[in-house]
Every structure is written in structure tokens, then in C-alpha cells.
């Protein structure tokens, strides 16, 4: 595709509905962690039943990444977002109303496929709308991300229940939160539309440029580094998913800290706080630092984090230090990891589906033990947490190692075969 510059204002509408796309998937899964408790009640099951939901829906996400290029290629990608962000709405909404839990994994499994295919397409079309600032889209679609989920716990904890001991004070009023998410949903979705209407065009790659890149590629290195890669991600996503999910159930639970529900939600919305934050800051620090820097500096961090939240559990002061450090440390993580390794290979559709099969593992994974262990022995989410932390740092290294001595991959012509738009609607 080459970018008209008679029409940024196409452009720029295109990019900001993909934005609010991944924006309001943020905010489901803030608020997700601090539903927990309440959801539970709802349900009449226990947080780590509700949490494995999560799971669910990371399935139906590495479902949606895996049959997504499928759809893509025989569908216009406007239309199939909008299909799919139409489903996501309607599926977080229900999200406090359904009849039973069986109901609410099934559900967390298709709105997972639904946004597992919608985060594909909006990557894609990011990049293409702007070659030459693909970078900064996707980090921006990065942080849209990170900034719904900041929100999310603040979004959700107005509505929680309150109990003195039996004694109910309000009941729980989730739907509202849930249902604002679902409208915000639907107000993009409309946009959508109203763009698609102006520029029904859809993306799909030329044959040539499929070719250059093959060609180009060192097929040995990048499916050392993409193995690499898939691995670390899916470490890195386990430890993000479950201390941001269950950080509120291990205040709350613990018998050192005495969080009141409120409280721990406010503290999950601090970790987003710091991880969104990070990853706006780690911007700036990319010009004075290269990659392997920031990864250095960002691993310290969560390892300091760590033990901060193992050696001092009993104080409170710590466990938002902890927690704000944990947030930062690993906001730059997945995207700086990423960055390197495709600074070494060149970058096709296929790497955007193991990155998000590697996110959809790490999340489910963790999903079905660590919520039932941390609801009897909250502390185990920090052991759980450290020692991830240490493993990902040996991964990271392997990395290195399998870069050493190897130059970066800069193919101009390869760069500038730019997919093209097909006009016809699928």
C-alpha cells in the first residue's frame, strides 16, 4: 500500500479505530483481576474458578491468531474487524449476567477468538498505513493497551460489593462497568463503519513481497531467534497475566497486608499505572539506550521488585513500592524483546501469529494451578512471580548468545515492497 498524502485524515481515522480496538480489550482485562472476588459470589464458585476464564479466552485468542490470516486473505479486513469487535462487546457485557460458569468460559472463549482476531488485523493495518513509522504504531497500539487496562481496576472498584462479615452493606453492581466497556465497544465499532464507508478498501500482501522477504531471510537464525522469542513471550506474558490478575486476591487474602477489596483493586490499577507509564517512558530511553540496554535495566527492575515483595510481604509501604517497580520493570519487556529480535529477521504476518500464540500460552497456562494455590497461600503468587522472573532473565541472555557476533538486518528493498490495497469488498 502506498500512503496517500492527500488523505491523512483517512489515515489517522483508520489508526485511531485500531487503537481504541486493543484500548477497550485493555480496559476488560483491568478490570477482570478485581472482579474476582465479586464474580465469584455471582457465580457462586471461587476466584480461581472465575480466573480460569483467562484461560479460556486465551485459547479462543490462539485460536483467533491461528485461523485469522485464513479469514484475512479471503475477507475485506474492515469488515471482519468490524464482525469481530461486535462479538467481543456483546461477549464482555455478558460477562456478570450470564446464567452459570460454564456459560462464562464459553463466552471468555469466543469474545478470545474474536479479539485474537482483531488484534491481528489492527497490527497489520497499523503497519501499513504508516511504513515508515511501524514502530511507533505498534507501540502505540502497545500502550492503548496498557492504558485500558490501567483503568480498568479504577473503572471497577466503585462498583464492588462491600460486606462487614455476613452482613451484605451493598450488593455488587459489576454490569455497570462491564456494560460501559461493551458501549465503548460498540461507539468504535461505528466508527468503523463510518470509515469503512469513506474507504471500503482492504489490505492484502503482493506475491512479490512475500518473495523478497523469503528470499532475504537467514531461515536457520530466524528460527533460532523466533523459538527464542516464542518462549520468552510466553514466560513474559505468564508473569504480567498472573501478578496483574491476582495481585488483588493476594492483598486482599493476605493476613500481613489487610487490604480491604477496594484497596487491592486501587493496587492492580497502580501496577497498570506504572506498566503503561513505562512504556511511554521507554520511548524516550530507546533514543539514549540500545534494546539490550533497556532489557537489562527492565529485568533489574522486576527482580527488585521481587524481593522487595518476598523479603518485606508484611509492609504495606512495600507492597506499593513493589508492586509500582514489578509495573515498570515490565512494561517494556514484550516490546523491546520483539524490537530485537526483528532488528535480525524480516518481520512477516507469520511472526505476528507465534508472537500472539506465545502471549495466548503464557496466559493460559499459569491459569489452571497458580489462582487455586494463591487463594490458601496468597505468597505463593510471589514465589511464582520471582522465580519466573529469574528464568526470563536466562532466556533473555540465551538470546544474546544466539545473537552474538551477527549483524542487524536492514533490507531497504525488501522494505519498500510495501502491500498493496485491494479495493474490492470482500
Given at each position: 500500500m502506498i500512503v496517500n498524502l492527500e488523505r491523512p485524515g483517512l489515515d489517522y481515522w483508520h489508526s485511531i479505530n485500531q487503537i481504541m480496538v486493543i484500548f477497550g480489550a485493555g480496559l476488560s482485562s483491568g478490570i477482570y483481576g478485581p472482579s474476582l472476588i465479586d464474580l465469584a459470589e455471582v457465580y457462586s464458585s471461587t476466584p480461581d474458578g472465575i480466573a480460569v476464564m483467562n484461560s479460556a479466552r486465551a485459547v479462543g485468542m490462539f485460536l483467533g491468531s491461528c485461523v485469522g490470516g485464513i479469514f484475512f486473505a479471503r475477507m475485506n479486513d474492515q469488515i471482519l474487524?468490524?464482525?469481530?469487535?461486535?462479538?467481543?462487546?456483546?461477549?464482555?457485557?455478558?460477562?456478570?449476567?450470564l446464567p452459570n460458569i460454564t456459560s462464562l468460559y464459553i463466552t471468555g472463549f469466543i469474545s478470545g477468538t474474536s479479539i485474537g482476531v482483531s488484534h491481528i488485523g489492527s497490527q497489520v493495518r497499523l503497519v501499513k498505513i504508516w511504513?515508515?513509522?511501524?514502530?511507533?504504531?505498534?507501540?502505540?497500539?502497545?500502550?492503548?493497551?496498557g492504558v485500558g487496562a490501567m483503568f480498568g481496576p479504577f473503572m471497577g472498584a466503585p462498583f464492588l460489593s462491600e460486606r462487614d462479615g455476613d452482613l451484605i452493606l451493598r450488593a455488587t453492581q459489576l454490569h455497570i462497568p462491564y456494560a460501559a466497556i461493551g458501549v465503548l465497544c460498540v461507539v468504535v465499532v461505528a466508527s468503523m463503519i463510518g470509515a469503512y464507508i469513506l474507504d471500503p478498501a482492504g489490505i492484502v500482501e503482493t506475491k512479490e513481497a512475500k518473495k523478497i522477504e523469503h528470499s532475504a531471510s537467514d531461515k536457520r537464525l530466524e528460527i533460532i531467534l523466533m523459538t527464542m522469542l516464542f518462549i520468552y513471550l510466553a514466560v513474559c506474558c505468564s508473569g504480567e497475566c498472573t501478578f496483574s490478575t491476582l495481585i488483588s486476591v493476594y492483598a486482599f487474602g493476605s493476613p500481613a497486608l489487610h487490604f480491604s477489596k477496594p484497596e487491592a483493586a486501587y493496587l492492580a490499577g497502580v501496577f497498570w499505572a506504572t506498566f503503561t507509564g513505562g512504556r511511554i517512558v521507554s520511548i524516550v530511553i530507546a533514543v539514549f539506550f540500545d534494546v539490550k540496554q533497556l532489557l537489562i535495566i527492565s529485568h533489574s527492575l522486576v527482580i527488585l521488585a521481587s524481593a522487595i515483595l518476598i523479603i518485606f510481604n508484611s509492609s504495606t509501604m512495600c507492597a506499593w513500592v513493589g508492586v509500582a517497580l514489578m509495573g515498570l520493570g515490565a512494561s517494556s519487556l514484550y516490546?523491546?524483546?520483539s524490537g530485537l529480535v526483528f532488528q535480525y529477521i524480516n518481520v512477516r504476518h507469520l511472526h505476528v501469529s507465534v508472537i500472539l500464540a506465545a502471549a495466548c500460552l503464557g496466559i493460559a497456562f499459569p491459569s489452571y494451578f497458580v489462582p487455586s494455590i494463591v487463594e490458601v497461600w496468597p505468597m505463593f503468587l510471589q514465589y511464582f512471580t520471582g522465580l519466573g522472573n529469574i528464568i526470563?532473565?536466562?532466556?533473555?541472555?540465551?538470546?544474546?548468545?544466539?545473537?552474538?557476533?551477527?549483524?542487524?538486518?536492514?533490507?531497504?528493498?525488501?522494505?519498500?515492497?510495501?502491500?498493496k490495497k485491494d479495493s474490492s469488498v470482500a
Amino acid at each position: 500500500m502506498i500512503v496517500n498524502l492527500e488523505r491523512p485524515g483517512l489515515d489517522y481515522w483508520h489508526s485511531i479505530n485500531q487503537i481504541m480496538v486493543i484500548f477497550g480489550a485493555g480496559l476488560s482485562s483491568g478490570i477482570y483481576g478485581p472482579s474476582l472476588i465479586d464474580l465469584a459470589e455471582v457465580y457462586s464458585s471461587t476466584p480461581d474458578g472465575i480466573a480460569v476464564m483467562n484461560s479460556a479466552r486465551a485459547v479462543g485468542m490462539f485460536l483467533g491468531s491461528c485461523v485469522g490470516g485464513i479469514f484475512f486473505a479471503r475477507m475485506n479486513d474492515q469488515i471482519l474487524m468490524i464482525i469481530t469487535l461486535l462479538i467481543y462487546a456483546a461477549g464482555t457485557t455478558l460477562i456478570p449476567l450470564l446464567p452459570n460458569i460454564t456459560s462464562l468460559y464459553i463466552t471468555g472463549f469466543i469474545s478470545g477468538t474474536s479479539i485474537g482476531v482483531s488484534h491481528i488485523g489492527s497490527q497489520v493495518r497499523l503497519v501499513k498505513i504508516w511504513p515508515k513509522q511501524s514502530a511507533s504504531a505498534i507501540q502505540a497500539f502497545h500502550t492503548a493497551y496498557g492504558v485500558g487496562a490501567m483503568f480498568g481496576p479504577f473503572m471497577g472498584a466503585p462498583f464492588l460489593s462491600e460486606r462487614d462479615g455476613d452482613l451484605i452493606l451493598r450488593a455488587t453492581q459489576l454490569h455497570i462497568p462491564y456494560a460501559a466497556i461493551g458501549v465503548l465497544c460498540v461507539v468504535v465499532v461505528a466508527s468503523m463503519i463510518g470509515a469503512y464507508i469513506l474507504d471500503p478498501a482492504g489490505i492484502v500482501e503482493t506475491k512479490e513481497a512475500k518473495k523478497i522477504e523469503h528470499s532475504a531471510s537467514d531461515k536457520r537464525l530466524e528460527i533460532i531467534l523466533m523459538t527464542m522469542l516464542f518462549i520468552y513471550l510466553a514466560v513474559c506474558c505468564s508473569g504480567e497475566c498472573t501478578f496483574s490478575t491476582l495481585i488483588s486476591v493476594y492483598a486482599f487474602g493476605s493476613p500481613a497486608l489487610h487490604f480491604s477489596k477496594p484497596e487491592a483493586a486501587y493496587l492492580a490499577g497502580v501496577f497498570w499505572a506504572t506498566f503503561t507509564g513505562g512504556r511511554i517512558v521507554s520511548i524516550v530511553i530507546a533514543v539514549f539506550f540500545d534494546v539490550k540496554q533497556l532489557l537489562i535495566i527492565s529485568h533489574s527492575l522486576v527482580i527488585l521488585a521481587s524481593a522487595i515483595l518476598i523479603i518485606f510481604n508484611s509492609s504495606t509501604m512495600c507492597a506499593w513500592v513493589g508492586v509500582a517497580l514489578m509495573g515498570l520493570g515490565a512494561s517494556s519487556l514484550y516490546g523491546a524483546a520483539s524490537g530485537l529480535v526483528f532488528q535480525y529477521i524480516n518481520v512477516r504476518h507469520l511472526h505476528v501469529s507465534v508472537i500472539l500464540a506465545a502471549a495466548c500460552l503464557g496466559i493460559a497456562f499459569p491459569s489452571y494451578f497458580v489462582p487455586s494455590i494463591v487463594e490458601v497461600w496468597p505468597m505463593f503468587l510471589q514465589y511464582f512471580t520471582g522465580l519466573g522472573n529469574i528464568i526470563h532473565i536466562i532466556i533473555l541472555l540465551a538470546i544474546f548468545w544466539a545473537l552474538r557476533g551477527k549483524q542487524v538486518m536492514f533490507s531497504e528493498e525488501a522494505g519498500n515492497q510495501e502491500p498493496k490495497k485491494d479495493s474490492s469488498v470482500a
